[in-house]
């Protein structure tokens, strides 16, 4: 699990079938070993700017759209309330 911050959407018309009618969201881990922006699939309602969990748990992810033939990987498991609470 990582500490993301959305910095956008993710809009395509051409995707996996499980990934039909699944928001995506562009995040930028925070403090991670690789700071380069994901994919993650929200079922949560984040925004832009709004903290997030986020998980690269493959099989959680293609439980979550229900097809192990997705290519899902990144998925929000939670929006972060209060950030000084957190250790960014």
């Known amino acids: ?6 910095i956008g959407n ?12 699944w ?3 562009v995040v930028a881990p925070v403090k991670a070993e690789r700071d380069d922006p994901l994919l993650a699939i929200d079922s ?5 700017g709004d903290l997030v969990i986020i998980s690269n748990d ?7 759209v229900g097809d192990e033939q997705s290519p899902a990987r990144w ?14």
């Open 1 to 6: 699990m990582y500490l993301a911050r959305v």
């Open 10 to 21: 993710a809009t395509s018309t051409i995707k996996h079938v499980s990934l039909t009618g």
């Open 23 to 25: 928001r995506m969201l």
């Open 75 to 88: 998925t929000v498991l939670g929006i972060v309330d209060d950030e000084s609470e957190t250790r960014t």
């Open 44 to 48: 949560l309602g984040a925004g832009i």
């Open 58 to 64: 493959g099989k959680g992810a293609r439980d979550l």
